[in-house]
């Protein structure tokens, strides 16, 4: 997907009647992708001449696997990377290990 930068100035870029092959052109996104943002962008609230928010243009919510890991665990594994003097030196199995969690 592209970042909300692009997003909004795809939106803003089509609300000022600037054509789609131009758009596409500057942000990279597809002609379809620009008028589903600016769909959604109206359906969410925003009108043409008013300031878009972040609200506005921000991903929706995905479906999928839910996470396994629960914030303490999650809270204790980046003070174990970020506090641990050799938590550089760790890998990815080491801290799975270490904390009981699948990589």
Not at 54 to 82: F, L, S, W, Y
Request: overall charge positive; glycine content about 6%.
């Amino acid at each position: 997907m592209f970042n909300i930068v692009s997003r909004t100035q795809a939106v803003i870029l089509r609300s000022i009647g600037e054509t789609l092959a131009i758009i596409q052109q500057q942000t990279g996104i597809t002609p379809r992708h620009v008028r589903n943002l600016y769909t959604e962008a109206q359906q969410r609230g925003w009108e043409p001449g008013i300031l878009l928010k972040i609200e506005h243009v921000q991903n929706r919510d995905r479906c999928g696997r839910k996470k396994k890991i629960t914030p303490a665990v999650e809270q204790a594994v980046m003070d174990a990377v970020t506090k641990d003097q050799y938590g550089r030196e760790k890998t990815l199995v080491q801290l799975s290990l270490q904390f009981s969690i699948s990589s």
